[in-house]
């Protein structure tokens, strides 16, 4: 018999931060109530998966078939957009082998909406209000552009710099076995950018990231002023990584271009290579709205709001619980 | 020889690392959003005791270290080796300076330390938190101090000096917390 602690059967979080999650999602809701944005439910077990390499799904075997824990509701809510759903917002937990620390939890909440006729920007601004407004504090706002905090922090040209020049950059910030590491261009720009940039980003405002390198548009559309860059953007505030946010990329063609670049990206990495989501790319096909979407981890605006330091404390049951 | 992904790297683990045994003291796992997962490791190494950092990549796998932990009896010292011995089995073992290090200060016939043993060899010897050890030197205290304020230096049957209060005198037998090599109290038979 399995003989746990006394004490492991207890949720992490208190009774107050409960009280403060439900509190969290009545104002949620209440803010796309006022804003006539549609609450909408898509599975949680999926026929597909995102290709991006570096989310790892869960996966569900039965004898017939083999599902996936999706990592997000990006898929089922654009598939809704194409059927012309109109506004829509979902709340729904989300799911990622291998992502456990303070920050992270293999199982968490997602608040994720889509807004038909938006521009990335127009998307940042309601995004900001409603920080605002879950927060309850004005907060000031600041816009960043990746490439640029790249070269104020580190002087570092993300554009003309190359693997070799990233991994030399990394070994001159002293970051721990920089030099022994063997890491593709992007990664290394990531190994970068969480040792040396987000640290320094200012906690008490919120800090619009945006115009991400095209090599990490993921499902954003490219810019078309400067194409070496994505309509991408991440929010960060007290500094924590709280939303991801795109211009969707509404090209069918394009955007199977990508699934099949990830996957060989994959298949070079040693992953397993995952079913392209076809019923997904009918819908680009069949035509998806000119649209922007962001997607913001619940439970961190929690740890902000609170000003906790681990999920563990703001989740009933983190994994490590479960 | 088993291996560890940095997916179960916790506080307390073994690993090897450069050839040598590690302790994880603490693992943060770094990503950002839609990138490359890191680990930040502050490790011990077991043979030097020195601490230091590592990233990894998520992922990676490191081999386990064959290391395991005893509760082992101290013998005796012969100079060069310090000897412990098994109660269940009578089995011996002998530790090196090197792995002794600052347990030498605390050790005497009959402690039971924890021993890390790594290809069956200590590497790492750790005494009780507290031990009990017999003051075998200090200055003669004032008459009718009591109030332990200030304190004077006392040397014990291992040779370890620590701190003790004026009241305490030679031959008496003291308790010592040895993680802070702090006087606790005095112990009588």
Same mark, same amino acid.
């Given at each position: ?64 078939? $083999?599902? *996936? ?12 957009? +194409? ?5 829509? *917002? ?18 968490? $909440?997602? =608040? ?7 521009? &990335? ?13 879950? =927060? ?12 640029? =905090? ?9 554009? %003309? ?8 950059? +990394?070994? +001159? ?44 548009? &993921? ?9 070496? $860059? ?26 199977? +271009?990508?699934?099949? %670049? ?61 | ?59 990676? #796998? ?15 010292? @012969? ?21 002794? !290090?600052?347990? /030498? ?9 924890? /021993? ?10 750790? /005494?009780?938190?507290?031990? /009990? ?10 008459? !009718?101090? #009591?109030?332990?304020?200030? !304190? ?25 917390? #040895? ?5 606790? !109290?005095?112990?009588? @038979?």
């Amino acid at each position: 018999m399995l003989v746990a602690s006394r004490t492991d059967w207890r949720p992490g979080a208190t009774l107050p931060v409960m009280r403060a999650r439900a509190q969290l999602l009545r104002r949620v809701r209440d803010f796309f109530a006022a804003r006539d944005v549609l609450e909408v439910e898509t599975p949680l077990l999926g026929r597909a998966f995102g290709t991006d390499p570096a989310i790892q799904p869960f996966v569900v075997r039965e004898d017939t078939a $083999t599902w *996936y824990l999706q990592s997000s509701p990006e898929f089922y809510m654009k598939r809704l957009l +194409a059927a012309d759903s109109g506004p829509i *917002y979902q709340i729904s937990k989300a799911f990622r082998q291998g992502e456990a620390g303070r920050r992270h939890n293999p199982e968490f $909440t997602l =608040l994720e909406w889509y807004r038909p006729g938006f521009s &990335a920007v127009d998307l940042m601004d309601e995004l900001a209000d409603l920080m605002r407004y879950l =927060l309850g504090t004005v907060l000031e706002v600041q816009n960043c552009p990746y490439a640029e =905090l790249f070269a104020q922090t580190l002087q570092l040209d993300i554009f %003309a710099a190359d693997a070799g020049a990233l991994r030399d950059c +990394a070994v +001159a910030q002293q970051i721990p076995d920089a030099a022994d590491l063997v890491l593709e261009r992007d990664a290394w720009l990531d190994l970068l950018w969480a040792e040396c940039i987000e640290p320094q980003l200012p906690p008490e405002q919120l800090t619009f990231v945006t115009d991400y390198p095209a090599s990490q548009a &993921a499902l954003a559309e490219l810019n078309a002023q400067d194409p070496r $860059t994505a309509a991408r953007f991440e929010l960060y505030y007290a500094g924590l990584e709280l939303a991801n946010g795109f211009q969707e990329l509404t090209d069918a063609a394009a955007q199977a +271009a990508r699934f099949n %670049a990830d996957n060989v990206q994959r298949q070079r990495a040693g992953q397993p290579i995952l079913p392209l989501d076809t019923r997904f790319i009918a819908a680009l096909q069949h035509g998806l709205p000119r649209c922007a979407g962001v997607a913001v981890g619940l439970d961190r605006v929690l740890l902000a709001q609170l000003e906790l330091s681990s999920l563990d404390q703001v989740q009933t049951f983190a994994t490590e619980r479960a | 020889m088993a291996n560890y992904s940095t997916s179960e790297f916790r506080g307390g683990l073994k690993i090897m690392l450069d050839g040598d045994p590690c302790n994880i003291i603490e693992n943060e796992f770094v990503k950002p959003g839609k990138g490359q997962a890191f680990n930040r490791v502050k490790i011990r190494n077991l043979k030097t005791g020195r601490v230091l950092e590592k990233t990894f990549k998520s992922n990676e #796998t490191v081999p386990a270290a064959d290391v395991v932990e005893r509760e082992l009896e101290y013998l005796y010292t @012969d100079g060069a080796f310090w000897h412990f011995m098994d109660s269940d089995n009578y089995e011996q073992y002998q530790a090196d300076a090197a792995a002794v !290090g600052d347990a /030498v200060k605390w050790l005497q016939a009959q402690d039971r330390c924890q /021993v890390t043993l790594w290809n069956e060899a200590p590497i790492l010897v750790e /005494v009780p938190n507290f031990v /009990v050890l017999q003051v075998t030197e200090t200055d003669p205290g004032l008459k !009718g101090d #009591t109030s332990g304020g200030g !304190g004077k230096p006392a040397t014990l049957e291992t040779g370890a000096v620590v701190r003790v209060p004026l009241f305490v005198q030679a031959d008496e037998r003291i308790k010592v917390d #040895t993680r802070t090599g702090e006087y606790v !109290g005095r112990v009588k @038979d």
